[in-house]
């Protein structure tokens, strides 16, 4: 997920035409859109959007086919925004974006961008696309009917510390999913998928009267943009993925990865809080690390403003994906060990809990068993104690309906050598061990260049000069490194 989560609020039987995810390709690239154009207007009021300092954005509607086995059928509708090229002599194509998730809008995410400094060549090459994936904000949005109650749960279990822990969560994972399956927006259940979504990408290509796109997503959108290229190669031209989940997307593996996510960054924050007496957390990463488990246990016996240890874990790990946000933590930690109360997380919506739930269960089995969880959480806490007891415990997927319509889209070498990757070594989020997972499954097809820096995002969020140039080097130039590049650390700007 792109946008930083939570753990307290916050994350194909039946195949008509069953296809592998090679001849998925061949059979996309196969059937030729007929979109509506898109109608160019003014954008729904929207803070980022709307912003003073934000450069003008233009918004439309698409109809896209909910079942892509049948384009006539019911259709319904993707919310597009554009960002312009002022330059037409520069401009070379479109560029689409997404910002991560699954369940997050990206119809801001071109002015979230170019506020965030995103290149003035890169904003003179393309059109920056932006648009709300199916089932989430304005692109006919899904829903679970979830209670303000369950809505504070978020997406993530409980810190399961005992295998009865795990059995105690159970019925409130099958709860979500049955509420999810029996929601007014049920029928959208089997087609809210990231290879749905993929087509629709293909759909707004084709009504932007573009040959071919470029690309550029973050986090579960780095799946996105691998299952993209995969189905339509041809339609391919510079894809940039950045903050990179492992070949089968949001799903079972990769959310276990985040307790070694968090592993591999914490001591950054350990450092960085030991270098900072001021804090009192301890004058060794040591005793930071302590401090944590410390102050976990404390709050698992006796929460303070609302924050337990699972809640305490979780907004551990959210101000570890942004390093601006670590001497906040360590304010947080500060008055949580002295007993006062910290400010809570914003809001997560009914919407975004949705259409997670959608995609990450939709889009590959999970196991439905107890004992599997269980199992997994035990695993977990021994490699990966910070975080491996929520991440290991049972989730609304477990009993998800078995009504898939295809088999997830195997990610693979075939296609054009046109996909740059770029990972942080640190990541939380996205760990670079399954960012190595993805580059090993598409082969020859990438190049992938890892920044010594922690944090979840590279570009151009990133303080790494060297890394941010070699994405705008290739997605104004076409340049790419020969082969995979290690970008060393900078000293903090």
Known sequence: ???????????????????????????????????????????????????????????????????????????????????????????????????GGPGVSGLDYPALLARAGLPKDVLDSYDVIGFDPRGVGRSTPVTCDLTPQQQARGNFPPYAHTAADVAKEAPYARTIAEQCATSRTAWMLPYTTTANTARDMDRIRAALGEPKTSYFGTSYGSYLGAVYTTLFPGRSDRIVLDSILGPGGYDLASFRLLGRGMEDRFPDFAAYAAAHPEYGLGSTPKQVTAKFFELAKRLDAKPVGGINGTAFRGLTLERLYIEALLPQLAKEWQALDRGKPVPPPPAITENFLASHFYVTCGDSRWPGKVRDYQRNAAIDRQKYPMLGGTTGNIKPCAYWPDNRVEPPVRIDDRGPSNVLMVQNERDPGTPLVGAMKLRRALGDRATMVTADQGGHGVYPFGRNTCANHTVTAFLTDGQRPAEDLTCAAEPNK
């Open 1 to 99: 997920m792109r946008k930083t989560l939570s753990l307290a609020l916050a994350a194909t039987a039946v195949a008509a035409v069953a296809v592998s995810g090679a001849s998925a390709a061949a059979t996309a690239e196969t059937v030729t859109a007929m979109p509506n154009s898109l109608q160019w207007g003014p954008c729904p009021q929207k803070a980022e959007s709307q912003n003073a300092d934000a450069p003008p954005l233009e918004c439309a509607t698409l109809d896209v086919p909910l079942d892509y086995r049948d384009p006539d059928g019911r259709q319904i509708e993707i919310a597009v925004s554009r960002l312009a090229s002022k330059d037409p002599a520069k401009r070379r194509g479109v560029l689409l974006t997404n910002p």
